[in-house]
Structure formats: C-alpha cells, structure tokens
C-alpha cells in the first residue's frame, strides 16, 4: 500500500495532498495544474517536496521531518513516462533487460513472458528507431515491469497517443491490471481511460485531494460530476455477457436486467464493465412502450442533484449497480423526481469501458 | 623508412606522435570528466572553471608556454613537488612537450565532449535512474553510450592539435633534437638555416602526409562508430 502525504509550495500554487492507495489500480485523476505531476515526481524521488511523509509497504521512501529522501534508484518504482524515453543505443531486447540487472533479481527471467503478454516477442531483436508510437509504449511498459517494481508510476501513459494507438494499448493495460500483480498509479485527465483502468480514484483539484474511494462509487456520485466534466459524466454498469445472437447484437446480464450492445469482443461469460453516459440516459415514470431503445431497466431515485446550467442530475439505483441520468430541471420538476421514486432508465448507448482479461485471447 | 628519411626526421615524427599519443590519453579522461561538469552540474566557481580551461585557446600560445615553465619548471611550485615526489619531470623532457600539448589542445577537446554530452536527453538519463540505475551507472550505461561520437571527436582534435603545437612548446620545453624536437620546431629549426629549403619542403610534406592520415582515420573511426550506434537503434533487426 502506498501512503502519500505531502506538501509543496509552488510558484501561484500550493500543493497540500493526503491520501492512501490500496493494491490494483488507484488512477490520479484531475485536470491539468491541479498538481498530478508534481504529487508522482515527489512519489518516484524526482522532486524534493517541502514537507512530507511517503510510504510503500511499510517502506519509507521521503520522510522530510526524519531527513529522509531516497534517491529514485533506490525506490523500486519503476515509471512508464508519456514520452517513453526509451534508450536509443539499445535493442528493445535490451532496453527491456535494464532494470533485472539493477534490481539484483533471482530466478527465471521473466522476459519472455512479459514479451509475450505485451505482444512485442517478434520486435526483441529490433532497435527502437523503427517502433510505432504504440509499439514504443508497449516496450516502456514491459520495461518498467521487468526492473521488479513494488509499484509503477504511470505518468499520463496514452496521452501523446492518438485514439487508435490509445485503443491498442488499453487492453495491456487491462491484462496487467487482471495479472494482479504490481499496484499501479495512474495518472491521467481523460475520464474515459480512468473509467475503464481504475479500482480507484483519487480525484485532485488545485492542489488538493477532493475525495478518494472506489471508482463505481466515485463515478455516480453526481456531486463529483463537475470534476469529470459535465459533458462526460457518467457512471458504470457491471455486467457479464450471456450470448451473442444472430442478429448482430450482444445479450449482457446486469443486477437489473438484460441489455442489448451491437456485438462486443468478450466471449460469453466474461464480466464485463459498460459506461453508461449521463446525458444518454432517459427516464420515464411508467413502463415506456413502443420504443425504439432497447435497452429499458427498472430504477428507483437515490439523489437528486440540481446543477445550473447543466441541468439536474439524477442517481439512480439500478440492481445493485449505481448510474447518472441527466435532466432538464423542468423534466424533473414534471416528474416529481425525488429520492424513492421509481422508474425506468432508459439507456440510449452504453459502451464498454472495460473486459476482463480475455480480450485479444 | 630509413632509406627515405633522415634519422633528425625519423625522430623528430616519431617524438611529435609519441607527443601527440600521449597529450591525448592522459587528457581524455580528464576531458570527459570536466565536459561533464561543465554541461550538467551548477555549482560555485563553474565560470572560472569554464574560463580556465577555455583560456589556452585565447591566451598567445608564448604566454601558455610561460606559465607553464612558471608553475611546472624544475624550480616551479607544482614542478618542484611532482619532481621529488614521483621522480616525474616536465622541463625540457619530451613529457613536458606533451603536457604543453594536452593543455594547448584541452580546449577543443573539451568542446566537442560537451556539445555531445548536452545533447543527451537528461529525461533518458532520470528514466535509468528510476530503473534503479545510480548516478555512476546511468553515466556508464546511457550517457557514455550515446556520448561516444564526440569522445571519439574530441579525441581526435586533440591529437591533431597536438601534432602542430609549436609556440607554447618551444617556449617551455624549448627545442632539444631527440628530446622536444617535435615536426614543428624542426620546420622552424630548418627555417633558420641558411639553404635549409629542402628540407623545409621534406618536412612539410611529411606533416601533410601525417595530417591526410589522420583525416582519413578519424573518419574511418566514426563512420564505423556512426553505424554501430544506428545499427542497433535503426537496423531492420533480421
């Protein structure tokens, strides 16, 4: 478990963060200048803050009151840069081998594994001048996994990537997620990314830490829409796949229902997380009929959250799922919308955010 | 050899590459290490040392070659010491023409390390350190590396300076046939005689034989050393 807190005085800014990231993916999430960067260069040593404590597994890696500060080398935390910065003098074979050597590790080398998971065994004996951008993340990946980190920093990994490269990757990112392995700090400003990768979300703004807690929980609080951008609010809805069917389109089973997705890579049986965006959410209070949506699940209100401007947004309880519906403030004033009413969502486009491992499988 | 050069310019060559040899070894690593300083460390006294070890290029060579007799001659106060203490004697010895050599040289050097070492990416070498590479080996295994170009450059100017050193040289260690006679002072040595023309012309041909030489080997060198660094970052790996 990684303990962080830190405060550090900067030109017009003062940053003053506390918080504690548990095993899996904890994502760092806020927009740019609200002091992402400089909380993970004070977490991997490559910054002095003014004052703070820093932990890893009982680990102390800065202590200012004790004078403590470990040099990055000697923090076992490896990060995956948004440029890379792989070594140009060196084949991906050997940019990839760097860390073992340092990190004094025993036993079989776990090289070809990586490599494999990665998908980048048949570029081992190229040099990296040649790699696609993805291909060179893949490389930086695999490399900060192979110098046996107790912890990886991501360093906004995808955003020097277009959205294609950005799709490519995403689903390595998944597989070392599910591989259980190493606890990961994602850092990142894109909502999309954070709802797919996060177990947990430590929401960041000017400075400060706005609230930490599980990404479900986090996603459909409509308190916390202004942070995630109002356009793209959203919450998830946990499902598994029941069976794809003839006419193109996906069954998936939620706590509430079945829904209906044109149809989706997972094979049946794969639990899958799909982000349902609050603006595409309608509700009605009686069963709607003759309705071209397909996709209709019972819901009871939790919250109703007025914002000006944007509208009102609606929590919803959805089986045991928690999802954001957005409204005008006269549709829910004619709907009589209050905590305990129930209704029907109905979902106009749902996307998976997330598979499980079997992806690319 | 024998048959075409005189036993003055057989010896007079082979002191000024022996020189020139070692002006170069004993300076490189000392080049590196204040490239280093100079491109990547802030600290006090950085422009003085910025200035001391640009100044023989600026300063006439007579007065290099005069400080040198100051503070290296047997009677000097760095001369005195090393004289006594290791036996190691600079004044009129050919190991002096090669100290007046290196320093005259150490300049250009110095340079040509530096330009490479402030073009190395300091985030590739942050990346190593977060590898759990230390300082010391971050240098060895990314900077040394990528800098090897302009070693290898500096290296070579330095050589090719220290092959037409004259002024600081005959002003410190004078002009001693089979002991500081270097290609240079024995051109100028010719240049005195009268009727010395002939063997003006010889000389100089043998200098521009050696300088072709060296041209042509220092760009033999980093060629190869240019497709060694391409070949594993560029090559089609098959």
Redesign the interface.
Known sequence: MLSVKLTHQLPGFTLDVDFTAPAGVTALFGRSGAGKSTTVHAI?G?LRPDSAQITLDGRVLTDTAARVHL???R?????V?Q?G?L?????VRQNLS??RW??KLQGPDDLPRVARMLDITA?L??????LSGGERQRVALG??LL?GPQLL?MDEPLAALDEARKAEILPYLERLRDAGGVPVLYVSHALDEVARLANTIVILDAGRVVRVGGAADLLSDPDLASYFGQRQAGAILHARVTSHQADGLTELATSAGSVWLPRIAALPGAEVRLRVPAQDVILSRSRPDGLSALNILPATVTRVSGDEGFGVLVQLQVGTDLILARVTQRSAVALDLQPGTACFAIVKSVAVAQADSGIGA | MGDWLTPMEISALGLSLRVSFWATVVSLPLGVAVAWLLARKRFWGHGLLNGLVYLPLILPPVVTGYVLLIVFGRQGLVGAFLDQTFGLVFAFRWTGAALAAGVMAFPLMVRAIRLAIEAV?P??E??????????V??FV??TL??ILPGILAGAVLCFAKAMGEFGATITFVSNIPGETQTLPSAIYTALQVPGGGPQVVRLVLISTAIAMIAIALAEWLSRRVARR?A???????A
């Open positions: 991997g490559l040099p990055p080398y923090r076992q935390i490896a990060t840069f440029d910065r070594f140009p003098h060196l084949s760097y860390g340092f990190a570029l004996d190229r040099g990296i001048h040649g490399r900060a110098s920093l | 990416d985030r590739l942050q990346a190593a350190g977060t590898l759990g590479a230390s300082p080996w971050v295994t990314v590396p990528l660094i070949g594993r970052s560029g090559g089609a790996g």
